[in-house]
């Protein structure tokens, strides 16, 4: 079913979301105008319209990594819309050589096409999960589609490395839908979010990404790049490969070590296993500890 649902880009998902929005506020006040209510319903309306929004789009106020826990000199660097073979490499053994792991977002697509990548970042000890096969916007899709674009992502991402990928799931842009947490919950995937907003992607300058991700660097974070271009553009990702030394610089000096995602979640017991057990040694390098 999935190839036969309409795609809806970033901007036409904001417009119909609008769009749904102003029918929330439109159905209150014609209620109002029905019962003489003045503007009872109307306000009802905005409530409801703000709080889908809020929720569509990912804002703090919903979350996006319940349960997370913070492990002492710890953070996560996550990267979404790769692999990209200009990028991906490059990042995967600067952070393995300096002794540092990160989870990587993939595109199933990208992944079917690349799938050396996604082998390197296996062997460079980084953490691969799904950010869906094609980077549509789910906020319409059908709870058949997610699964498609999960399930899909799935068995390209463990094509080249033997075994799944972690059972994280980041939607592309964070845009989701009513049921889009269910439906990947159903599939045994954790949906996840990030911190701050980091925006590498619109090329704003490489101390300007450093900048802002030094004002999210702390124990616990979970920061968000990019090594690749989700909308098939090709867009360039070098000015954050180039602000990278100067993030792991930062970090460093604060005693913290990039771990996977994974770690800073909850296992079932409601525990978190330490960085030093979960996270293996990137292979063929002399990595340093990750809480060290």
Request: with cysteine; proline share 6%.
């Given at each position: 079913m999935w ?10 998902t904001?417009?119909?979301?609008g769009?749904?929005?102003t029918?929330l506020v439109?159905?209150g ?8 209510t003045?503007?009872v319903f109307?306000?009802v309306?905005i409530g409801?319209?703000a709080?889908y929004?809020?929720?569509?789009f990912?804002?703090?106020?919903f ?5 997370r826990r913070r492990w002492?000199g710890?953070?996560s ?7 990209d073979?200009?990028y991906?490499?490059?990042i995967s053994?600067l952070l393995?050589a300096?002794?540092?792991r990160?989870?990587?977002?993939v ?5 079917c ?9 296996a062997?460079?000890g980084h953490?691969?999960?799904v950010?869906?096969y094609?980077?549509?916007l789910?906020a319409?899709s059908?709870p058949?589609?997610?699964?498609s674009q ?5 068995v390209?991402?463990m094509a080249p ?6 059972r994280?799931?980041?939607?592309p842009h964070g ?6 947490g ?6 045994g ?10 925006f590498?992607t619109?090329n704003?300058g490489v ?10 660097l702390?124990?616990g974070a ?12 090709g867009?360039?990702r ?10 792991l610089?930062d970090?460093e ?7 996977w995602?994974?770690?800073?979640l ?5 525990s ?8 293996p040694p ?11």
């Amino acid at each position: 079913m999935w190839d036969h649902e309409v795609m809806l880009g970033k901007n036409g998902t904001s417009v119909a979301c609008g769009l749904v929005s102003t029918l929330l506020v439109a159905g209150g006040a014609a209620l109002d105008f029905a019962f003489r209510t003045r503007i009872v319903f109307t306000l009802v309306g905005i409530g409801t319209a703000a709080v889908y929004l809020s929720y569509t789009f990912g804002t703090p106020l919903f979350g996006g990594l319940s349960g997370r826990r913070r492990w002492p000199g710890s953070f996560s660097l996550t990267f979404d819309d790769g692999p990209d073979p200009r990028y991906t490499a490059v990042i995967s053994e600067l952070l393995a050589a300096r002794g540092h792991r990160a989870t990587f977002f993939v595109l199933g697509a990208a992944a079917c096409r690349y799938p050396e990548l996604v082998a390197q970042l296996a062997d460079d000890g980084h953490e691969v999960a799904v950010h869906g096969y094609d980077h549509r916007l789910l906020a319409f899709s059908l709870p058949a589609t997610v699964r498609s674009q999960i399930s899909r992502t799935e068995v390209a991402a463990m094509a080249p490395t033997g075994r799944p990928p972690a059972r994280l799931f980041r939607a592309p842009h964070g845009v989701r839908s009513l049921w889009l947490g269910r439906t990947a919950a159903g599939m045994g995937y954790r949906l996840c979010g990030w911190d701050g907003r980091i925006f590498d992607t619109a090329n704003p300058g490489v101390e300007a990404i450093v900048t802002r991700v030094h004002r999210e660097l702390k124990e616990g974070a979970v920061i968000l790049l990019h090594d690749g271009d989700g909308s098939g553009k090709g867009s360039p990702r070098q000015q954050t490969v180039q602000a990278l030394p100067e993030i792991l610089d930062d970090a460093e000096a604060r005693g913290l070590r990039s771990v996977w995602l994974s770690t800073l979640l909850p296992v079932s017991d409601g525990s978190t296993i330490p960085a030093h057990v979960r996270c293996p040694p990137a292979s063929g390098r002399d990595a340093l500890s990750p809480t060290g």
